[in-house]
């Protein structure tokens, strides 16, 4: 019986690219949905609060 799946002295190497890939695609997605927002606020004329609260709601993201 082969017993080295059950080994766990051995660990696997790091793949230090995966946060930073990671890290990119989450930055592209919310720089992505900020802009959408920017742009129906615009559009939709939203009142100068309304705007102050998507911007709050963003510096939190």
Not at 40 to 57: F, G, P
Request: with cysteine.
């Amino acid at each position: 019986m082969n017993t080295s799946f059950f080994n766990r002295s051995h660990k696997p190497a790091l793949d230090v690219r995966m946060p930073s890939a990671a890290t990119a695609l989450a930055t592209a997605l919310l720089a992505d949905a900020i802009t959408d927002i920017a742009v129906v606020s615009r559009e939709l004329s939203l009142s100068d609060a309304m705007v102050e609260r998507i911007r709050r709601a963003e510096d939190c993201l």
